[in-house]
């Protein structure tokens, strides 16, 4: 997944619009600690796309909760993900997200403090 990154690629968290994971590095420890946590139930349900743009919506379990969530994916001239911005639910969902990937977080707090600087 990382490859097709662009180098200043950037996420938008599901927790709050401020917080914005950005380049290859950071996003790939991110990645790197969400993804094992999601369950083998993950299924991408379908894909749009518009030049671009694409949507994809995916359903998974974490922690016993079914989570949905609705990807939007913006790629760059060259075709690389520029940009990531998922819209998760239910809250419940969410939730269970955050306390799973929390501690993992904590663990990097650099990522932590770029990821809340403004830009």
């Known amino acids: ?10 996420m938008v968290t599901p927790l709050s619009s401020r917080v ?3 380049g290859r590095d950071d996003l790939r420890i991110f990645f ?3 993804l094992p946590v999601l369950s ?3 299924h991408w349900r379908s894909r749009v796309s518009n030049g671009d743009t694409t949507v ?6 974490l922690g016993g909760v079914r989570v949905e969530d609705a990807m939007l994916i913006e790629q760059n001239a060259d075709g690389r993900i520029c940009r990531i ?4 639910r239910p809250w419940l969902g969410l939730t269970v997200s955050a306390f799973v990937l929390g501690p993992k977080l904590m663990r990097h707090p650099g ?5 809340m600087a403004r830009r």
């Open 40 to 42: 083998r139930e993950l």
């Open 32 to 34: 790197g600690a969400f």
């Open 111 to 115: 990522l932590i403090r770029r990821a």
């Open 1 to 10: 997944m990382i490859a097709t990154l662009a180098d200043d690629a950037e």
């Open 85 to 88: 911005t998922p819209h998760v």
């Open 20 to 22: 914005v994971v950005r």
């Open 56 to 61: 994809a919506l995916a359903v998974a379990r």
